[in-house]
């Protein structure tokens, strides 16, 4: 059954950072946020924001790079001191889980990035000639 499409009434569903978090519109809540993967949508497909705005250059992925390193690299340690397994069964567990971790984390973290960047009202510095703010 396909879903009717209702007109944006200024209401939204979630915040914008929990909706960041869940790949929804950071203004509505309610359209999705990217096109496939991590690729960022044109405009909303519930409220028509146009995403132009939305730069979240890196700052996902170092996020994501401590995060995830902390709790791969504190989890092979804690199976270390505690069970003290051949090195083959820290390869066959970390490898694996050192690369789906920050995958899984990627897109939720993007999607904050740029809900933040929506929800303050962020837009790229200007600098003149000189340096100076202008």
Not at 14 to 40: E, H, M, W
């Amino acid at each position: 059954m396909a879903e009717i499409k209702q007109p944006y009434d200024g209401e939204r569903t979630d915040s914008s950072i929990i909706a960041g978090f869940k790949g929804r519109c950071p203004r509505c809540g309610v359209g999705a946020l990217f096109d496939g993967y991590l690729t960022l949508a044109k405009k909303c497909n519930h409220c028509d924001l146009d995403n132009d705005y939305a730069d979240s250059a890196d700052g996902p992925a170092v996020l994501v790079i401590l995060v995830a390193g902390f709790i791969v690299v504190f989890m092979a340690m804690m199976v270390e001191i505690y069970y003290m397994p051949p090195y083959w069964v820290h390869a066959i567990l970390w490898l694996p889980l050192g690369i789906l971790i920050p995958l899984g984390m990627l897109r939720p973290f993007k999607g904050w990035f740029i809900a933040l960047q929506y929800s303050n009202s962020a837009k790229e510095a200007l600098f003149d000639k000189d340096g100076s703010k202008g």
